[in-house]
Structures are given as structure tokens and as C-alpha cells.
């Protein structure tokens, strides 16, 4: 005992934790207005706009409740209506094709404006899902074609979502709220043939991924094929006989498409060894994003008849 | 591109020889030993007081010197050794080997007059500390480390607290060209970099070269650390053994044969992991759940010299060099069913090399090496279960491994030759030709199932990914000329002639080379040179600690090589009772370096290295000052350095920091070291060294701003709270200063001879007025953390640090 006692003094004397907070002697700088919009073709057209917040406060970001905010679309001009806080809206749902120009004038700030255009969807087959139960881990296989448009440089996002509910604490009224959240699943990707450096494949663990991303440069024009597998555990869920997912695919403008690529980079495994980097913006004058999004939502449904007893591959009906 | 004409390398070539050719002369040539152990010396000085002339010997140990006059004077000298007069009537050519005797020997105070002729080199840049003053500058844990005395010169900065990280004149860890008795050695880090891996038993001599690079030296933009090691007694058994605060070092040398065959073995473990398993034994340990986890490293210098004759000697080097983190968990996951996890990570050196050195005229030495280096690291995973049969069911077991493998191979053969015509001109040229193997990164995964249950069923997977491996070939020829063009004026000028090959990509270079002394009077004098340097590989390092999972990678056909132009000019001044006194300013610009995009690092497979990577520039420049002392009881320095480094990365879509400069991560602008020690007596001797510098770059995002949620759900944009993330905006790449690095360390030797043999105590005290610096400052956003609602978090590795440490030399 007495010889453990001495090795661990030893080594506490070794990697005895030296933690201090140091003063920091840089002033609180002034914040930057923020303007978040990624407009889609799905719902209504809205901003948010907040203040960014000093590194080492704690507080939430700061609305910004007196911004004058006009959207400009296809030479139309409209005035958002602020609600909610930070978000100003409207009552216009962006179509494919819109060109849009956005401008606010925050009291104390210079007038910011940014522009983008709603880039088209392109077609989509109807994917194939199919279920393998004869391997070890159960796999979901999701198959689609995307017919990519030639002549116009596309960006694509693709990934796949679970609908989950549960609860989330809410540090600021200090009570637990009930959340209808999504969960993103991981998948593997069977067309690694992509290869143009603009891919960005978001990583999840080892081999899987939870996000596609990727321009139509060596693709432009073709057909392309792609087949996405979701590992699935019959007995984690709570109905093992039912699992519903959405199969999202979504045409990015080009300010889109960096942001969200820069955005994921920085947040993603490697982080805590990667230098901070400023992400993109297309705002001039503020912080925050404004780009346009095409959008189409897939529900896909697997089902088990008889969960103890998977015996074949079988194959199941989208929507 | 350079184009490379042949014609106007050959009009070079003979423009530099045909200076070199005089009138027929007596030539004196021969080796310098130590009287007692044999050793050759490296770079004692034989001068005809006469004339004036002189030569230094060279890494063999030999010299040759080519006079005139009829009667000569010579003088042989050498720091911490007696001179020795000699009177010689010069009708023929004449053989002379002259052994020394050193002041420990001799039991007498070694005074002026013996020390290194900074000011008579034409060489600049370059410095040469004894082996033994290096030894006894107190370092971490008492452990004598090459690497970071050397750190402690001006122009040299670590890269973070502890560390072995070798950052000279702005350029990066990975611009230093490390030899070992020649040979590159990839990695010199121990441990994470807290140690390097020279031991110092094993070495005899150390020159750091920090510009102005004679044209013998190529492949790396920013220093030369040239390394030799010791050959061996030749007298009789010698050694050493040493028991530290974390390592045990054996030193063994010896002659095999009288005089003609000699052998030199070193060896270094440390056994913190023996210490340390009895704590993890009884800390961890239940029935179910076992762990096994440690860390060492080692290393084994080994040396064979064998001499045929005065003219001819042969030299067979290896160095092992290897660290090793391990951890094993058994878990009894049920009573039939036991679970071992093993994870493994392995990295280390390789080189050896075969020498052989002749003396083809007592003008003319020659030395011819084959050599073999590589670095490699390993990182493995291994998952088994075992299951034993039961009534319910058959045996099973399986097995899973993941192993992540870099690796670089070199196999090399050089010729070099000295040529020294007369006291004016020493001529050296050569040639080297090297084959690279890179294997950058190297994923394999195995996978064994085995059941009983179906007799012999068994299911084995096999694959590796991203394994292709890139060979290289690299040439280089060179010629240097040192020329003592008259009393006052003495030239270094030279020409390197490098080509790399790479995926069907040629890249010739041409790299002149010129440094010059003037003697504007005694002990006084003016020094410049020009060095254009090229390098082609790079490591890629995503942080200022060397890790295992820095990668080596060549140049490729998208990757082009780095270069750089340097030029520096100072004064140097001896100081008759004082020591030697050097002020040197350089200006350095840098092309093609490489840094990981914004974002990336070394984590993820989906993306080759060339993929992760930027091409930009950068540009350093900086004053050093040295106040060094070679001689007497109290030896040592006082350096400072002011520097400035910056990196531009503005090339169309390799942008970083907006295209703008920004400084380097090691840029620091002002650096203090003060290296002292003093011998009071043949049985106590104290140093003491105190280190300043100005504080690291490192990027801090002063605002955070709400993220825009760019997958679809119901919280899509309407998030005031953050609750889809927050991004962190730094107003740009190492735009904040860590606080300032200083620390002071102590060491006392305690000496005692014996009959056969003696013994040195060694107290040492690391960071003796427990500064805590800065390793590391991370943001923290704990609402409970000390009460700061968000704070910035400093973390310091070492406090104060006591060692002892036990040498035994016989």
C-alpha cells in the first residue's frame, strides 16, 4: 500500500492539473448583426435576425426587434413584418427560378444586402427501398436516380432523417421542454465513384455517413444512380416493427452550398484539431447567410411481419 | 520551372575547380585523436604558425594541409585539450596523427587560446556547441537532450512547453534536415515530443546550421542538424550507466580488435510503464474487467569501426529508435464469454548505414555510404470474443482488427569527396541518389469469425484502403569551394544540383550558395551569405505538438516543391577574455508551403492528404544575438532573437485568413536564453538556465453568431437561442497572443572517482520558481466553472520539478 501511495504521488506531482483562467484584456468588441434566411420552395419566406454575442457570454443571441427588412423578388419589392423576436416575415413562398435581392437597415449598423436565386429541383425517380434481414445487422436500402440537369452547375445536399420526440432543458425558463425533433441517420453510400474534390461526404463514424454533398461536375447532364443503406437494430426502437424515414434531397444555390460545406467542416470530427475559420457569408455589412433552397421530402417506410423470425429479403413500398 | 542547361553546370564546375589548382606543394595529412579513448575529433584546427595556413579536421577526424615553406610550426588545437607544438622540415609529404590530451585528463583548467575560431570561419549561421556543455544544460526530468539544448540558441524556438519541436528562422518542424552520422532521421520526437531522440551518450559531435548552407546540404528549406556519433574506444572497455526519473541509459564502447576494430552500443529505455502497472493493477482491476496500459519508448545507438590502415576505415551505424502506448481490457462479459480489446500505437526510426572512408591522396579524402532510413507509424485496434462451448450451444470466437499504417522508406548511396589542394581551397563534391517509398496513409481492416456450431465454419474479411504507395527518386549533385582568397577575405561559395521524380513529374533545381568573411582585424569580422534552398516532401501536422499521426508526403504531380531564398549578414567579435560574440540578421521568403484547409485535419478517409491541403507563401526575418563561451570554468550563452514570420495564402481557391497575412503559429517576437555553467571544482560543476519569450499565435473567436439550420425541421431559422449551434467568428488566423513563456532550471553534478571507476550524481530542478506557462487555452463556457460564466482556461504542464539522476562510468 505504501508503495501505491508513493507512485501516486508521484505522478500527481507529475500531471498535477495546472488550470488557471487567464485575464483577458481584449475589450468586449462591438457585435455584428447576423441575417439568417435559406429561403425554400416548402414554406413561407422569413429572416432571423439577431446580434452575434461576445466569446465568453453566456447569454442567448440577442434579437434584433427594429430592423427594417425589404426583400426585393424577380424586381418586386415587399416589406417583412417582424415577428417572433428575431424573425421577420412574409407571405410569399419562393418558386424555382426566383432571383431575389434582401436588404436590412438596423438602427446604428450600415445597410446590409445580399442576393441569391431559387435554383431548380431536378427530377427525381421514385426510390426503391428494400430491406435485407439475412445479414448479422439489418440493413435498409434506399435507391433513387437523380436526372441532372445539364449546362447548369447543380449542388446537391442529401441526407436522410428519423422523426423522434423527447425532451430538451430549457436553461433559460429552467424546465424541460417536449421537443418533435429529427433525428439525422447514418447511412452508407454506394457510389463512391464520385470523386470531383467539391464532394463533400459529411462523416459520421467510421465508414458511415449522415449527409451528401457534392456539385454535378463530373455528372452534368447524366443520370446518376445512387443507393443509400441505413444500418438498422430491430430492438432499439420502441415499435420494431415500423420504422419511418425521410429521404431529403435538396438543390443548393452556390452561397448555399459553401456555407452549409464550411459549416459542417468546421464543426466536423477533427474539429478540435483544425485552426477556427470564418465561414462563408454573403452579406455585406453583416454575419449569417442568404441563400436559396430547393427542397423535396421522401417518406420511406420499412416494416418487419415478424420481427423474431426475419427470414428473406423483402421489398417494400415508397410514397 | 528551373531549366536545367548542361553546359552551364559544367561551365559552373569548372569555373569553381579551376581556382582551385596551384602550384606543386608538401602536403601534411593525418587524424586527430583523443589520447585516451581513440576518438577522432571533428573540427580541430592544424595551423602552420608560420604562414599563417591552416585546416580543421574533418568528420573522420582527418586533415590535410599543403605548405610551401620548408620549416612549419604547427599547432594543433581543440576545445578542452592541451595543444600540441610541433616543428616539421617539409621535403616530402609527410603523415602525421596526432592524439590529444584533454584538460580532464591532464587535471588543468583549459584557458584561452582553445576555442572555436567563430570569427576566422567563412561559415555563418552555423554554431557548434561541445557535446559536453550540451549534456550539462539541465532539461526535463534530468534528462539530457540534445534537441532542447539546442532550442535554447537564438534563431531556435520549441514549439510549445517540453517539447522537442524544432522551429528555426520561421520555418516549420518539418524544414529541418535531422542527420544522423549522415543519414536522415525522420522523427527525433520521444514521447509526444517531450524528448528527442539523440541519445546523448552516443554522440560526439553537433553542428546546427541555421542558413548560409554550404552545398553539400540539401532537401530541407530552414536548418542542417548534422549529428555524429561516437566510433568507440579503441584502447580498452569503457562505459557508462545511468538511472534517471523516468529512463536507464547504457553506454558500452570498446575495442574488438586491438586498435583496428572498434564498437560503440548505447541504449535508453524508459520505465515508467513498470512503475506505473501496479497502480493501474489496483486502481482498475475487478473480477470481471482487467487493464493492462503503459507507455515506453527506447532507442539503441550501435556502431562498428573497423580500420585497415591510416587510409582506409569502414563504419557501420544503426539506430532503433521506437515509442509504444498500449492498452489491454479483458472483460468477462458473461460466465462462458470473455472479451479482450487491445489498442496499440507504435512509431519509430530505422537507420543504418555502411561507410567507407579512404584517403585517396594525402589531398583527397573520400567517403562512400550506402544507407537505409525509415519512419513508421502504426496505430492498431484489436476486438476479440471467445465463447466457450455450453449445453446450449458451440464454441465460438471471433476476431476484429483495424490497423491505420503510414510508412517512408529511403535506400540511398552517396559519394563524397574533400579535396585540399593547397591551405587556400578546400574543395568538396559529391553525389547522392535516394529512392523514396511513401506510403502516406494505409487502412486495413480483418475480420475472423469462427463457430463450432457448423464444423469449421468460419467467415474471414480482408481489405485495405487508400494503401497506394508513391515512389520517388531523388538525385543530387553538388560541388563547394571554402577559398581563402586573401588574409582578410574568405569565400564559400557553392552549387547544389537537386531533382526529384514523382508520378511521371520531374522537378530539377539549381541551388546556388555563397557566404563570405571578411577579417576586418583580428577576432573581428564581417560575414554574408545567400542560401536558395528546395524541399521536397512536407510533413503534414496539425498541431505544434509532434504526434504519430503527422504524415510524410512527397511532392506530387499538384503538390510543387517548397523553396526559399535566405540571405543573412552579421558581426562577429571575439572578445579576448570573454567569449565570442555574434550578431547576425537574415531575411527569409518561403514558397509553396502547406497548410490544412480551413477546417481540416488529419481525421477523416473520404478525402485524400492533396485534397486537404493549400499552397501559399511566407516570409520571416529576424536579429540574433550570441554571447558564447567555450572555455574555462564558466562556459555557456546568452542569446536573444527578435522575429518576425508570416504566411500568405492568397492563390486563386486556396485561400485562407480571407487572402491576407497572418503570423506563423511559432512567430514569436522576442526570445531570452541565458545557458550558463561553471566548474568549481574536478568534483562539483552547476548550470543554470533562464528562458523568455513572447507568447505563441493562436486563433480565438472573439463573437459566436446564431447558426443558420440548413437541414430541413421544425426549428429551421426560428432560433434567437442558438439551439441550432452557434458559429465562432476569429477576426483571423493567429489573431491573439498566449501569455509570455519564461522559466528558470537548476542542475548540480556531483563527481567522485574511485579506483576503476567514477560516479556523477545529478540534482536537477525544473521550472524552479513553478511558472505556470502556457501548453495550451481552450474557451470555457462552464456555467459552475470557478463562478466565471465563460471564461478562457490556461493549462500548464509542468510545474516545479525535482530529478535525480545516478551515472556510473567506468
Known amino acids: 500500500m505504501k508503495k501505491t501511495k508513493l507512485i501516486l504521488l508521484i505522478i500527481c506531482s507529475l500531471i498535477v492539473s495546472c488550470e488557471e483562467v487567464v485575464e483577458f484584456d481584449i475589450e468586449d468588441t462591438k457585435p455584428f448583426v447576423v441575417v439568417n434566411a435559406l429561403p425554400n420552395t416548402d414554406s413561407l419566406f422569413f429572416v432571423n435576425i439577431t446580434y452575434s454575442r461576445f466569446f465568453l457570454d453566456n447569454q442567448a443571441f440577442r434579437p434584433v426587434t427594429d430592423a427594417t427588412v425589404t426583400l426585393d423578388v424577380n424586381g418586386t419589392p415587399m416589406t417583412l413584418t417582424q415577428r417572433d423576436g428575431a424573425n421577420y416575415l412574409s407571405n410569399y413562398c419562393i418558386a424555382a427560378g426566383d432571383t431575389m435581392t434582401l436588404t436590412v437597415n438596423v438602427p446604428g449598423y450600415e445597410t446590409i444586402t445580399a442576393a441569391t436565386r431559387a435554383v431548380p429541383l431536378p427530377d427525381l425517380t421514385v426510390p426503391i427501398a428494400e430491406i435485407d434481414t439475412l445479414q448479422p445487422i439489418t440493413a435498409g436500402e434506399i435507391s433513387f436516380t437523380l436526372n441532372d440537369p445539364s449546362s447548369i452547375r447543380n449542388h446537391y445536399f442529401i441526407y436522410i432523417s428519423e422523426r423522434d420526440s423527447g425532451t430538451r432543458w430549457n436553461q433559460w425558463d429552467n424546465k424541460w421542454d417536449t421537443i418533435d425533433t429529427v433525428v439525422h441517420s447514418y447511412f452508407t453510400c454506394f457510389n463512391r465513384e464520385i470523386t470531383d474534390p467539391c464532394v463533400n461526404r459529411i462523416e459520421g463514424m467510421m465508414d458511415y455517413y449522415n449527409q451528401l454533398l457534392f456539385t454535378d461536375s463530373l455528372i452534368d447532364g447524366q443520370q446518376y444512380d445512387i443507393t443509400l443503406a441505413i444500418p438498422m437494430f430491430r430492438d432499439t426502437a420502441e415499435n420494431p416493427l415500423l420504422r419511418q424515414y425521410t429521404l431529403i434531397v435538396e438543390s443548393l444555390s452556390p452561397e448555399a452550398f459553401r456555407y452549409t460545406a464550411e459549416v459542417t467542416a468546421a464543426q466536423g470530427i477533427g474539429q478540435y484539431f483544425a485552426e477556427p475559420t470564418r465561414i462563408y457569408t454573403n452579406l455585406r455589412g453583416a454575419l449569417g447567410i442568404f441563400a436559396a433552397i430547393a427542397r423535396r421530402e421522401i417518406g420511406i417506410t420499412f416494416t418487419y411481419k415478424d420481427p423474431t423470425t426475419p427470414q428473406q429479403k423483402r421489398i417494400h413500398k415508397s410514397r | 520551372?528551373?531549366?536545367?542547361?548542361?553546359?552551364?553546370?559544367?561551365?559552373?564546375?569548372?569555373?569553381?575547380?579551376?581556382?582551385?589548382?596551384?602550384?606543386?606543394?608538401?602536403?601534411?595529412?593525418?587524424?586527430?585523436?583523443?589520447?585516451?579513448?581513440?576518438?577522432?575529433?571533428?573540427?580541430a584546427a592544424v595551423i602552420d604558425m608560420r604562414s599563417g595556413k591552416g585546416a580543421l579536421t574533418n568528420a573522420q577526424g582527418r586533415f590535410s594541409l599543403t605548405l610551401k615553406s620548408d620549416s612549419v610550426r604547427l599547432r594543433v588545437t581543440y576545445v578542452g585539450y592541451k595543444p600540441i607544438f610541433e616543428d616539421i622540415l617539409l621535403k616530402s609529404n609527410q603523415k602525421r596523427n596526432y592524439l590529444m590530451h584533454s584538460s580532464t585528463e591532464l587535471k588543468t583548467v583549459v584557458v584561452k587560446g582553445e576555442r572555436i575560431d567563430n570569427a576566422k570561419s567563412s561559415q555563418m549561421s552555423a554554431v557548434q556547441v561541445p557535446i559536453e556543455q550540451l549534456k550539462s544544460v539541465p532539461v526535463l526530468f534530468g534528462e539530457a537532450d540534445l534537441v532542447k539544448a539546442l532550442q535554447l540558441l537564438p534563431g531556435v524556438q520549441s514549439g510549445s512547453e517540453g517539447n522537442s519541436g524544432f522551429y528555426v528562422r520561421g520555418g516549420g518542424p518539418d524544414e529541418n534536415l535531422f542527420l544522423l552520422d549522415g543519414v536522415p532521421l525522420y522523427n527525433v520526437s520521444h514521447m509526444g515530443?517531450?524528448?528527442?531522440?539523440?541519445?546523448?551518450?552516443?554522440?560526439?559531435?553537433?553542428?546546427l546550421y541555421k542558413g548560409s548552407f554550404p552545398a553539400r546540404f540539401s532537401g530541407r528549406l530552414s536548418s542542417v542538424l548534422d549529428v555524429t556519433t561516437n566510433n568507440g574506444n579503441d584502447k580498452q572497455l569503457h562505459g557508462n550507466g545511468s538511472i534517471g526519473f523516468i529512463s536507464a541509459k547504457l553506454n558500452l564502447e570498446g575495442p574488438i580488435k586491438s586498435e583496428r576494430t572498434t564498437f560503440s552500443l548505447s541504449g535508453r529505455r524508459t520505465y515508467a510503464d513498470f512503475l506505473l502497472q501496479p497502480l493501474v493493477k489496483r486502481l482498475a482491476d475487478r473480477r470481471e474487467y482487467k487493464l493492462r496500459a503503459g507507455y515506453y519508448f527506447y532507442d539503441v545507438n550501435g556502431k562498428l569501426t573497423h580500420r585497415f590502415n591510416d587510409r582506409s576505415r569502414l563504419f557501420a551505424s544503426t539506430y532503433l529508435g521506437s515509442d509504444v502506448i498500449y492498452t489491454r481490457i479483458r472483460t468477462l462479459a458473461?460466465?462462458?464469454?470473455?472479451?479482450?480489446?487491445?489498442?496499440?500505437?507504435?512509431?519509430g526510426n530505422i537507420v543504418s548505414s555502411l561507410r567507407w572512408n579512404y584517403e585517396l591522396t594525402p589531398k583527397m579524402f573520400m567517403n562512400i555510404t550506402g544507407a537505409y532510413t525509415r519512419y513508421s507509424n502504426r496505430v492498431g485496434v484489436t476486438y476479440e470474443t471467445e465463447t466457450l462451448a455450453t449445453e446450449q450451444q458451440d464454441s465460438q470466437t471471433s476476431e476484429f482488427q483495424m490497423d491505420y499504417l503510414s510508412k517512408i522508406?529511403?535506400?540511398?548511396?552517396?559519394?563524397?569527396?574533400?579535396?585540399?589542394?593547397?591551405?587556400?581551397?578546400?574543395?568538396?563534391?559529391?553525389?547522392?541518389?535516394?529512392?523514396h517509398l511513401f506510403q502516406p496513409e494505409v487502412s486495413s481492416a480483418h475480420l475472423n469469425a469462427y463457430s463450432a456450431e457448423v464444423m469449421n465454419s468460419s467467415y474471414i474479411v480482408d481489405t485495405s484502403i487508400n494503401s497506394g504507395s508513391i515512389r520517388a527518386e531523388e538525385i543530387t549533385a553538388y560541388v563547394e569551394d571554402d577559398w581563402s582568397v586573401n588574409q582578410m577575405l574568405k569565400v564559400n561559395y557553392g552549387i547544389n544540383l537537386s531533382g526529384f521524380s514523382?508520378?511521371?513529374?520531374?522537378?530539377?533545381?539549381?541551388?546556388?550558395?555563397?557566404?563570405?568573411?571578411?577579417?576586418?582585424?583580428?577576432?573581428?569580422?564581417?560575414?554574408?551569405g545567400y542560401a536558395y534552398m528546395t524541399q521536397f516532401m512536407h510533413l503534414l501536422s496539425t498541431t505544434s505538438v509532434s504526434m504519430p499521426t503527422d504524415l510524410w508526403v512527397p511532392v506530387t504531380a499538384d503538390i510543387p516543391p517548397m523553396h526559399a531564398h535566405q540571405v543573412a549578414a552579421g558581426l562577429f567579435y571575439e572578445i579576448s577574455a570573454i567569449g565570442d560574440l555574434s550578431i547576425e540578421g537574415y531575411y527569409k521568403k518561403m514558397h509553396n508551403l502547406l497548410e490544412y484547409k480551413d477546417g481540416a485535419t488529419f481525421w477523416g478517409s473520404s478525402q485524400s492528404w492533396e485534397e486537404k491541403v493549400f499552397v501559399g507563401d511566407g516570409w520571416a526575418y529576424g536579429v540574433e544575438v550570441l554571447m558564447q563561451r567555450n572555455f574555462g570554468n564558466l562556459t555557456g550563452w546568452i542569446g536573444y532573437t527578435w522575429s518576425k514570420t508570416m504566411r500568405l495564402f492568397d492563390r486563386p481557391g486556396q485561400v485562407i485568413n480571407d487572402g491576407n497575412p497572418f503570423p506563423a503559429k511559432y512567430d514569436r517576437r522576442h526570445d531570452i536564453s541565458i545557458v550558463l555553467s561553471y566548474k568549481i571544482n574536478d568534483k562539483i560543476d552547476f548550470s543554470a538556465t533562464w528562458v523568455y519569450s513572447s507568447g505563441n499565435a493562436a486563433t480565438l473567436s472573439l463573437q459566436e453568431y446564431s447558426q443558420a439550420q440548413v437541414t430541413a425541421n421544425d426549428y429551421a431559422g426560428i432560433d434567437p437561442e442558438g439551439w441550432n449551434g452557434y458559429i465562432a467568428n476569429p477576426s483571423g488566423r493567429n489573431n491573439f497572443r498566449m501569455p509570455d513563456y519564461h522559466r528558470m532550471d537548476i542542475s548540480a553534478n556531483f563527481h567522485r572517482s574511485f579506483r576503476n571507476c567514477s560516479r556523477t550524481i545529478n540534482v536537477s530542478v525544473y521550472n524552479l520558481y513553478n511558472r505556470k506557462n502556457p501548453y495550451m487555452i481552450y474557451e470555457s463556457h462552464e456555467f459552475t466553472y470557478r463562478g466565471y460564466n465563460g471564461a478562457l482556461v490556461q493549462l500548464s504542464l509542468f510545474p516545479i520539478l525535482p530529478s535525480v539522476a545516478y551515472t556510473l562510468k567506468f
Open chain 2, 1 to 43: 520551372m528551373i531549366i536545367v542547361h548542361k553546359k552551364n553546370i559544367l561551365a559552373i564546375i569548372l569555373i569553381l575547380l579551376c581556382g582551385i589548382a596551384k602550384s606543386q606543394t608538401y602536403t601534411i595529412s593525418g587524424t586527430v585523436t583523443d589520447s585516451l579513448s581513440g576518438e577522432t575529433l571533428i573540427g
Open chain 2, 193 to 207: 515530443g517531450f524528448f528527442s531522440a539523440f541519445n546523448t551518450d552516443a554522440v560526439k559531435n553537433v553542428t
Open chain 2, 334 to 347: 458473461t460466465d462462458v464469454q470473455e472479451q479482450y480489446l487491445n489498442f496499440d500505437t507504435r512509431w
Open chain 2, 409 to 435: 522508406n529511403d535506400l540511398s548511396i552517396r559519394a563524397d569527396f574533400d579535396y585540399t589542394p593547397n591551405p587556400d581551397h578546400l574543395a568538396k563534391f559529391g553525389a547522392v541518389f535516394t529512392h
Open chain 2, 502 to 528: 514523382v508520378e511521371n513529374r520531374f522537378y530539377p533545381t539549381i541551388q546556388p550558395r555563397l557566404s563570405g568573411r571578411l577579417m576586418l582585424r583580428e577576432g573581428f569580422s564581417l560575414k554574408a
